[in-house]
């Protein structure tokens, strides 16, 4: 089956550490996204790359860092500069470059900090 | 810039009734236009969507009509069920924005049997 999968599915972290959240999609897309999502807030756009070795930031990138160095993995880091990183992570891939193209989202990776 | 503004659940019904949920949207040029849903502890899924002006979007008895005079995107559910509760977004993608996604907040669907 073709699909985007993220691990873990839960994630406890210490103040103070990072932690790497994983994304991998068999789609073939060029283009991956990371989204953060707060309870009422909607989604909120950390990073994308359009093709690989290239990644813009997004909306909220701050304390947080990505690498694109395949076309199916696109990881994502939380550093320990990001003040408040308890919300769930989704990463997402698009069909394509045209402004018509779907958008397909892994099933996401809740991160609690303790 | 881009903005999508959705009505603000939560939204209770009974199952069988009428469902709308609003959505109008600030965009230059035509964007596309999609509604994702989102199972409790899920990620999101395509429910439907419209690329042009006066496109209908449908799925699973969900329908949504691209409307450029009023800049909105509505989606409409004759009868609901209860496995229809989740979350519904609406987000447009438009010319010169990197075709990212700019999302609504997101309207809360329960649905009482």
């Known amino acids: 089956d073709g699909g985007i999968t993220q691990s873990p599915k839960y994630l406890f972290r210490k103040e103070g550490q990072n932690v790497t959240l994983s994304c991998e999609q068999n789609?073939?897309?060029?283009?991956m996204y990371w989204y953060r999502q707060d309870p009422g807030q909607g989604l909120r756009l950390i990073y994308y790359?359009?093709?690989?070795?290239?990644?813009q930031k997004g909306d909220i990138a701050e304390g947080y860092s990505v690498s694109r160095e395949k076309k199916e993995s696109f990881p994502l880091t939380v550093t320990s500069a990001q003040k408040n990183p308890t919300a769930f992570y989704l990463c997402?891939?698009?069909?394509?470059?045209?402004?018509?193209?779907?958008?397909?989202f892994g099933p996401g990776t809740r991160l609690t900090v303790l | 810039g881009n903005s999508v503004t959705q009505m603000e659940g939560p939204v209770t019904l009974s199952e069988e009734a009428f469902l709308t949920i609003n959505c109008t949207y600030t965009?230059?040029?035509?964007?596309?236009l999609f509604w994702y849903v989102q199972y409790p502890g899920e990620g999101l899924q395509l429910l439907l969507k419209?690329?042009?002006?006066?496109d209908k979007g449908s799925n699973k008895g969900f329908e949504a009509t691209y409307r450029k005079e009023t800049t909105s995107f509505h989606l409409e559910k004759g009868s609901v069920q209860v496995s229809d509760s989740a979350v519904y977004f609406c987000?447009?993608?438009?010319?010169?924005?990197?075709?990212?996604?700019?999302f609504g907040k997101g309207t809360l669907l329960t649905v009482n049997p």
């Open positions: 997402a891939s698009n069909s394509g470059t045209g402004i018509t193209d779907t958008q397909y």
């Open positions: 789609l073939n897309h060029d283009a």
């Open positions: 790359s359009q093709i690989v070795n290239d990644f």
């Open positions: 965009a230059t040029g035509y964007p596309s």
């Open positions: 419209a690329t042009k002006a006066d």
């Open positions: 987000a447009l993608r438009g010319r010169g924005s990197n075709y990212k996604l700019t």
